[in-house]
């Protein structure tokens, strides 16, 4: 493909700023502008005039309908589709989409989650245009990003947080900015990129497995022969077939203009990666959400099945999302990039204490906020950073912030730090630090990559909590400077105040080691090894008074949030353990009950012809299979005796009994049926083994 085709069809299926400038007139086109940059509100007036133009642009696309696209809490997203046509007299049909369209929505509430924020019974919801957000056509339809909202205004989706925490960190960074003399800048956007782990297994094996099709990862299965041991996958050279996927899958993100850049295989057999180019977080956030759908439409249409899991297989890497967090002023600086000069270094420090400064203060919120069901089985399993959360700058950079909290100088290219603000303080070298890959939050030159994401999980969560951290932070350091008389002097003791009460979250170091648990311990990190655990961060006063002091969230919200994940943890294990006892009683046991008496009657045959036969290896292997049997029907029965009993008294101990209970006495029944599986014959084996799903795209 060449480059004019590929310049052609990027953004080709998006009303972007583009087509807004040659379609739009010059008034509609400078009030919406205004509206993005500003915050002004849009006259009905001009939404007309947007709407019907959307509507024209999307027809020439083939769109024949027109939804709102929103993000509701089930993780996924949501879209209602209506079509362009009204009626006209003498059963005649025009084609129209009117601005109250373009702007405001009605879908049903109560089929939504929204943790007790509305009723069954209470049914309406609104969603609401978000004008930051190009427009565009997927499947025949005109897609028009929008909030989604409750009767009484509360959110209850995942970009309207995301956007006010956006706001918000704008407003206390532009203040901190002000301070040092810059009054150019009116806006900063956080910034995102988000890369994509998956995996890709062949659709016809796929379908023969009961647990991959109802909760995405195998609840059965003993490792393959061959694993990822080797590390001859990771980065190796891609199978013609998952090249022609990768290949139409970039085609199809770009028309959508989705700056998908990196695609290469992953540590596991059958793992791969998808990276984008950053872009604002709130863009990034939709376009990733449209990324995991694409993927497995695409997917689908090669024969294969995309698996977002976080932990698919047991015994190989797990897939997560590494998002990639910076900010940026829309005069082009990056906040996090280190500078030439003392006052761009003086800038980055502080920037830099701030994030240090709260990331230690609010690393539960952070663990939190990337906690889910699938999420628990990869954390800390030797291919994702551990629970305990903690950051790594690197060296040179960890040498520079040792050198302000005791006061020493800091020797780089002949030059000495002596104290921020002043002349003497040398450029900090860009892109100091190596990549830690077993560390939470990595600094990586101009970035933090936060690496615990699930791989299946909004990216909208973990951005806010980053976005309001962030701003507190800022908040706090704007009031003290602002009423310095020295702001040099202020500055340098502020930072290195920061510096030192905060250090115990720098860590570079392997996360991985037993040693870092007992240090982080040593220190006052925390370690939610959980999701059961982490949740209760939600609405811990501290919580609740950052979010609802920066009006991200309200009370209400945050409750709401925090009742619909606990509900989804326990549906999802739930949903998981039905699952396993279908799969032992309809399909394992009876093969197993098939093969072992076949191997009786071989037994008994041989012993009939030649009484004096050694049959002991068979007799070994029957004895097996009846105890594996017998302990897997055991366990089959506890594990329903658990689902049938109480299980505590409010959504925190349902979640534990979950965890600790229900989830044990999986594992339990696991370990039974796995080493069944390595002793009974393959043609008797009711599902495809490990090496036949890991290695069924040839």
């Known amino acids: 493909m060449g480059k004019e085709k590929v310049t052609e069809m990027f953004g080709s299926m998006v009303f972007n700023e583009e087509v807004m400038r040659q379609r739009l007139s010059a008034t509609c086109y400078k009030a919406w502008k205004k509206c993005v940059d500003e915050g002004t509100p849009l006259s009905l007036e001009t939404a007309h005039e947007m709407a019907a133009e959307m509507k024209n642009w999307a027809m020439d696309r083939g769109a024949t309908h027109f939804t709102h696209w ?97 706001e918000e960190l704008s407003r206390q960074a532009v203040r901190v900015l002000r301070l040092f003399g810059d009054t150019e800048v009116k806006k900063v956007i956080s910034q995102v990129g988000p890369e994509q782990e998956y995996f890709l297994i062949d659709k016809d094996v796929y379908n023969q497995r009961e647990d991959l099709i109802l909760t995405g990862r195998t609840l059965f299965g003993t490792r393959p ?106 005069t082009g600086m990056n906040l996090f990039r280190p500078g030439s000069t003392p006052s761009q270094n003086a800038r980055f420090l502080l920037f830099l204490a701030a994030f240090i400064k709260g990331v230690d203060e609010y690393q539960d919120l952070l663990r939190c906020s990337v906690a889910n069901p699938g999420n628990d089985h990869r954390l800390g399993a030797q291919e994702a950073p551990p629970a305990i959360i903690s950051i790594f700058l690197g060296d040179e950079l960890t040498a520079i912030v040792d050198s302000i909290i005791h006061g020493t100088s800091y020797v780089e290219q002949g030059k000495k730090s002596l104290s921020i603000g002043v002349d003497a303080l040398p450029a900090i070298p860009q892109d100091t630090t190596d990549r830690n890959r077993t560390s939470p939050l990595a600094f990586t030159g101009n970035k933090f990559e936060f690496r615990m994401l699930g791989s299946s999980q909004s990216i909208s969560g973990p951005n806010t909590a980053l976005n309001t951290i962030m701003a507190e932070e800022l908040a706090q350091f704007a009031d003290e400077l602002e009423g310095a008389e020295d702001f040099a002097a202020a500055l340098h003791d502020l930072v290195k105040k920061t510096l030192t009460n905060h250090q115990r979250i720098i860590f570079n170091g392997n996360g991985y080691e037993d040693a870092w648990v007992q240090e982080a311990e040593k220190r006052g990190l925390s370690n939610l090894t959980c999701t059961a655990d982490a949740l209760k961060a939600y609405l811990q006063p501290k919580n609740v008074e950052l979010f609802t002091k920066h009006h991200v969230f309200t009370e209400e919200e945050l409750a709401a949030r925090n009742e619909i994940h606990l509900e989804n943890y326990c549906e999802v294990i739930g949903i998981e353990a039905r699952t396993m006892i279908d799969m032992v009683k309809k399909n394992i046991f009876p093969a197993v009950s098939r093969f072992s008496g076949t191997t009786a009657s071989n037994v008994a045959a041989k012993k009939a012809v030649l009484t004096d036969l050694d049959c002991s290896d068979e007799e070994s292997l029957l004895k097996n299979l009846s105890r594996l049997t017998a302990e897997m029907m055991k366990e089959t029965r506890v594990l329903e005796e658990a689902l049938a009993a109480p299980q505590g008294n409010d959504a925190y101990e349902a979640a534990h009994y979950y965890r600790y209970t229900v989830f044990e006495s999986m594992s339990r029944l696991r370990a039974a049926v796995d080493e069944l599986e390595t002793i009974t014959a393959k043609e008797d084996w009711p599902y495809p083994s490990y090496t036949d799903l890991l290695f069924s795209v040839k």
């Open 70 to 166: 929103f993000q509701p809490m089930t993780g996924v997203t949501a879209e209602k589709h209506d079509s362009f046509i009204t009626p006209e007299g003498s059963g005649q049909v025009l084609m129209g989409f009117s601005g109250k369209e373009l702007v405001r929505g009605e879908p049903d509430a109560s089929s939504f989650p929204s943790g007790g924020l509305r009723a069954t019974f209470e049914a309406r919801g609104y969603t609401a245009w978000d004008p930051t957000a190009f427009a565009f056509v997927k499947d025949g339809s005109l897609c028009i990003p929008t909030i989604f909202c409750s009767y009484s205004g509360q959110a209850l989706d995942q970009k309207t947080p995301l956007l006010r925490s956006q």
């Open 225 to 330: 022969p061959k694993g990822q041991e080797l590390e001859d996958h990771y980065f190796g050279t891609i199978k013609p077939r998952v090249a022609a996927y990768m290949k139409e899958l970039d085609e199809e993100l770009w028309k959508l203009g989705i700056l998908s850049k990196t695609k290469h295989n992953e540590v596991a057999p059958a793992q791969h990666e998808q990276a984008p180019i950053y872009s604002d977080a709130n863009t990034a956030c939709d376009h990733n959400q449209l990324t995991m759908e694409i993927m497995k439409k695409v997917a689908s249409r090669h024969n294969m099945v995309c698996l977002l899991h976080e932990k698919p297989f047991a015994g190989v890497n797990g897939s997560g999302k590494h998002d990639n967090w910076s900010i940026s002023t829309d």
